[in-house]
């Protein structure tokens, strides 16, 4: 079978996790501080401090930005669940901003146009986190600009999007946000097996996040308020959470991290198969903004309506060939949890039409052309 995705594990990349295991830590070493520096060194960030998942990554960014009741946070419904309920398990209030049909990103004008009411109704958001869906990046400039005049903070949730860039700078320089936040599923670009990483610019925001992944504690002398104590004296200042990355995660991220530019690169050459190979059919194949590099996480086509299947049935059509095709998202607002907070279908139209239509295809950096000929010859012979 041909999944959507899938990590691409080197013999270096198992070398690194076995060395963890004969050494002496499994976790709280050496190799988690190996593994932030290589990516805030790539990403161009001074800060990075890694966790155990993205969805903890979302949730003490939240609590870094101190989003609490009364809050809203504002995210695009084009995203998986963890994107907005981030700013539930803070107890603050969410809300969504169409996409862009084009990119499938959080539109500017939209959140421009929303900002303009909810400002006259006294509800502007705390937080926007716009997703860098499939790998390409928001329009991070404009949302900018709307931050400075409104006021709210920026979390980039780039799950999607490590390698790509935007302006010719790596998403993850946080040049347009206050956080960043990377997956590390092994489905994405690369991987930890789970795990996530945050990067920014302040480093009071990075010693908060720090300090919310392990429980709130710290062994800093020049920040204990008892002084001359043991050296095994810590001291819990905050509520925090054990959100700690291991030391096998992070040895496997700081080889992966090697691979990283080769990784993104070949998604690049897959795409342009692709797009050679389903010329002609009845597909939307993605646009790309002529300010953004992708990092292609997802290579998403949506079917046409004067294609002879629809999306349900071509879907069906190819998993029945074992090609594990996927849909890449049910928009949030339709998730039963959300519907009973007074969701709706039609909420975000835009969102819906996309996600009515989309099939993500494979894409990973170990698909073999042999199988990428196969999902296209399989898509042909449906379609025409």
């Excluded at 991987?191 to 996040?209: F, M, N, S, V, Y």
Aim: charged fraction near 15%.
């Amino acid at each position: 079978m041909i999944p959507y995705g899938r990590q691409t594990i080197s013999q270096a990349d198992i070398e690194s996790v076995v060395q963890v295991l004969r050494s002496d830590f499994l976790t709280q070493g050496p190799q988690v501080p190996a593994f932030e520096a290589a990516v805030a060194q790539h990403v161009g960030a001074p800060y990075a401090v890694a966790v155990n998942s993205a969805t903890s990554a979302l949730h003490i960014a939240c609590l870094a930005l101190e989003l609490g009741p009364g809050d809203w946070l504002w995210t695009s419904p084009n995203s998986f669940v963890a994107s907005a309920n981030c700013a539930l398990y803070c107890g603050a209030q969410v809300d969504f901003v169409d996409i862009d049909p084009q990119t499938y990103n959080l539109c500017p004008q939209r959140l421009a146009d929303k900002l303009v009411t909810a400002k006259k109704a006294g509800r502007l958001p705390k937080v926007v986190v716009p997703v860098h869906f499939a790998g390409q990046s928001c329009d991070m400039q404009a949302i900018a600009t709307l931050a400075q005049e409104y006021g709210f903070k920026v979390v980039e949730d780039a799950s999607h999007a490590i390698g790509g860039r935007w302006l010719g700078n790596f998403v993850g320089g946080c040049q347009y946000s206050d956080i960043t936040v990377f997956s590390f599923h092994p489905v994405k670009i690369i991987t930890t097996a789970e795990g996530g990483l945050l990067t920014t610019r302040d480093a009071g925001i990075a010693q908060r996040l720090a300090d919310l992944r392990s429980h709130g504690i710290t062994r800093d002398a020049a920040r204990l308020h008892l002084r001359d104590q043991g050296t095994w004296y810590y001291e819990q200042q905050s509520l925090g959470f054990n959100y700690r990355m291991t030391e096998l995660q992070a040895a496997l991220g700081v080889s992966q991290m090697t691979e990283l530019d080769r990784f993104v690169a070949r998604r690049h050459e897959l795409v342009a198969r692709y797009e050679r190979g389903l010329a002609g059919l009845p597909l939307v194949k993605p646009w790309q903004h002529s300010a953004s590099y992708s990092a292609f996480h997802l290579y998403i086509v949506q079917v046409t309506d004067n294609a002879a299947l629809d999306r349900r049935a071509l879907f069906d059509t190819l998993r029945s060939a074992d090609i594990l095709a996927n849909v890449h998202y049910i928009p949030i607002h339709l998730q039963p949890h959300y519907t009973q907070m007074g969701f709706k279908v039609g909420d975000f139209p835009n969102a819906e039409a996309y996600y009515s239509r989309a099939i993500s295809l494979p894409l990973y950096a170990s698909l073999s052309e042999t199988d990428q000929d196969y999902v296209i010859a399989t898509l042909k012979e449906a379609l025409q």
